[in-house]
Nanobody, 123 residues
């Protein structure tokens, strides 16, 4: 069984920083894109940042210059460094990964979601 587990969410004051982590576990063969999404109450889930296996990153306009996505391929982990946070960044943050894994001798490909971690920014 493969899964993504996030950590690092919590309550932070506006202007502060927070670092989210997401680790993939299981019989993983390769991980392609890894990404962070967020969803605020009453709103659709939106892409925050995405990073390829080679390290190329892309960001939502709303977080450019404030958030940084990175990954450690050896640890199957993706990070989101959140700086200068704003109350508008308050949301559930979800990790997403496009990966291949083994079940027995069968290799499959899937796009997985983590369970989410809550980030609350106070003004």
């Amino acid at each position: 069984q493969v899964q993504l587990v996030e950590s690092g969410g919590g309550l932070v004051q506006a202007g502060g920083s927070l670092r989210l982590s997401c680790t993939a576990s299981g019989r993983i063969y390769t991980i392609n894109d890894m990404a962070w999404y967020r969803q605020a109450p009453g709103k659709q889930r939106e892409l925050v940042a995405i990073i390829t296996s080679g390290g190329s990153a892309r960001y939502a306009d709303s977080v450019k210059g404030r958030f940084t996505i990175s990954r450690d391929n050896a640890k199957n982990t993706v990070y989101l460094q959140m700086n200068s946070v704003k109350p508008g960044d308050t949301a559930g943050y979800y990790c997403n990964a496009d990966l291949s894994y083994y079940t027995g001798v069968v290799r499959s490909t899937t796009r997985l979601w983590g369970q989410g971690t809550q980030v609350t920014v106070s003004s």
